[in-house]
């Protein structure tokens, strides 16, 4: 079992950027493919971002060239840059483990990102 914590969210104006952390409870190192999701009111969510454990990288077309992924296995820390924010973008983020792309952890409490126009 892994708890995930995500972090880094706010309110930004529509152009701006966010970081996002996403600390897990043990190491990095033996697990495969992280990812960030989001869920905007209303809406399923959604994956916009992965990342294997030898950095291969995968982004939902909305996010591509915007959003950028990546981890720190020594610190056991997912990010997800943001960029060129719309309000679109507004959701709640979140971060798993996922295997052949199912998420397999209990969801954490997620970070609220808010963009406003």
């Known amino acids: 079992q892994v708890q995930l914590v995500e972090s880094g969210g706010g309110l930004v104006q529509a152009g701006g950027s966010l970081r996002l952390s996403c600390a897990a409870s043990?190491?990095?190192?033996?697990?495969?493919?992280m990812a960030w999701y989001r869920q905007a009111p209303g809406n399923k969510r959604e994956r916009v971002a992965s990342?294997?454990?030898?950095?291969?990288?995968d982004y939902a077309d909305s996010v591509k060239g915007r959003f950028t992924i990546s981890r720190d296995n020594a610190e056991n820390t997912v990010y997800l840059q943001m960029n060129s924010l719309t309000p679109e973008d507004t959701a709640v983020y979140y971060c798993?483990?996922?295997?052949?792309?199912?998420?397999?952890?209990?969801w954490g409490q997620g970070t609220q990102v808010t963009v406003s126009s």
């Open positions: 043990r190491s990095l190192f033996s697990i495969n493919t």
């Open positions: 798993n483990v996922i295997s052949i792309g199912i998420p397999i952890f209990p």
């Open positions: 990342i294997t454990a030898g950095g291969s990288t």
